[in-house]
C-alpha cells in the first residue's frame, strides 16, 4: 500500500471536534482549580463538638498540660498538706488561664474547649471544698460520668500529658 493511499483513507478532522475537546480540558480545569481554592472550606474538616481539634487551642492546651506536669512536680516536698493542696490548685488555675489566654474567638471555634476548662474548675472547686470541710475529696461526676473521665474523651489522642494527674484526684487533696 502506497502513502497516497493510507493518507486517503484517513478521515479529515472535524474542527468542531478539536474545539469541544479544548471546552471540556477548559471546564475540567476550572473544576479542578475551583476545588483546590474552595474545597478545603466546602468540604473540609469542621469543628468536631466531641473534642479539642482546634490546632491553636490544641497548642496552647498541650503547652498548658505540659506545664502543669512540671509545676506539679517541682512542688517542695516539704509543704503541709493544706498548702500542697493550695498550691496544686493554683497550678491547675495557672493551666486554665494559659488556655484561656488563646482568646474566646479561638476558643469559640473549638466547642468543648470551655467544658473542658470548666471540669478543671469544678475540680479544684470541689478539691478546695474537701479541704475546707475537712472531708475526702470525690471526683465530681457530670451526668453520671467522673468528670476527668469525660476530659480525656474531649482530648482524644495526641494529648496524654492532659489526662488528670492522679494526685489531683486524690481522696486527701494534697498528700504524697
Given at each position: 500500500?502506497?502513502?497516497?493511499?493510507?493518507?486517503?483513507?484517513?478521515?479529515?478532522?472535524?474542527?468542531?471536534?478539536?474545539?469541544?475537546?479544548?471546552?471540556?480540558?477548559?471546564?475540567?480545569?476550572?473544576?479542578?482549580?475551583?476545588?483546590?481554592?474552595?474545597?478545603?472550606?466546602?468540604?473540609?474538616?469542621?469543628?468536631?463538638?466531641?473534642?479539642?481539634?482546634?490546632?491553636?487551642?490544641?497548642?496552647?492546651?498541650?503547652?498548658?498540660?505540659?506545664?502543669?506536669?512540671?509545676?506539679?512536680?517541682?512542688?517542695?516536698?516539704?509543704?503541709?498538706?493544706?498548702?500542697?493542696?493550695?498550691?496544686?490548685?493554683?497550678?491547675?488555675?495557672r493551666?486554665?488561664?494559659?488556655?484561656?489566654?488563646?482568646?474566646?474567638?479561638?476558643?469559640?471555634?473549638?466547642?468543648?474547649?470551655?467544658?473542658?476548662?470548666d471540669?478543671?474548675?469544678?475540680?479544684?472547686?470541689?478539691r478546695?471544698?474537701?479541704?475546707?470541710?475537712?472531708?475526702?475529696?470525690?471526683?465530681?461526676?457530670?451526668?453520671?460520668?467522673?468528670?476527668?473521665?469525660?476530659?480525656?474523651?474531649?482530648?482524644?489522642?495526641?494529648?496524654?500529658?492532659?489526662?488528670?494527674?492522679?494526685?489531683?484526684?486524690?481522696?486527701?487533696?494534697?498528700?504524697?
Open positions: 500500500m502506497k502513502t497516497e493511499d493510507v493518507l486517503a483513507e484517513v478521515p479529515e478532522a472535524d474542527p468542531r471536534r478539536g474545539r469541544r475537546v479544548t471546552l471540556v480540558l477548559l471546564l475540567i480545569t476550572a473544576i479542578i482549580a475551583g476545588l483546590w481554592e474552595f474545597g478545603p472550606s466546602l468540604i473540609g474538616p469542621k469543628d468536631d463538638p466531641t473534642a479539642i481539634d482546634s490546632k491553636p487551642v490544641r497548642t496552647a492546651v498541650a503547652s498548658a498540660c505540659t506545664q502543669l506536669r512540671s509545676d506539679l512536680a517541682a512542688l517542695p516536698a516539704g509543704l503541709n498538706v493544706a498548702d500542697r493542696a493550695e498550691a496544686e490548685n493554683r497550678a491547675v488555675e493551666l486554665v488561664a494559659r488556655v484561656r489566654s488563646v482568646g474566646p474567638d479561638a476558643l469559640a471555634h473549638d466547642v468543648p474547649t470551655d467544658r473542658w476548662l471540669d478543671w474548675e469544678l475540680i479544684v472547686a470541689t478546695r471544698q474537701a479541704v475546707r470541710d475537712g472531708r475526702r475529696f470525690a471526683t465530681p461526676v457530670a451526668n453520671g460520668t467522673p468528670v476527668n473521665i469525660r476530659m480525656f474523651e474531649l482530648i482524644r489522642s495526641g494529648l496524654e500529658q492532659c489526662d488528670v494527674p492522679r494526685q489531683l484526684l486524690a481522696p486527701e487533696p494534697g498528700q504524697l
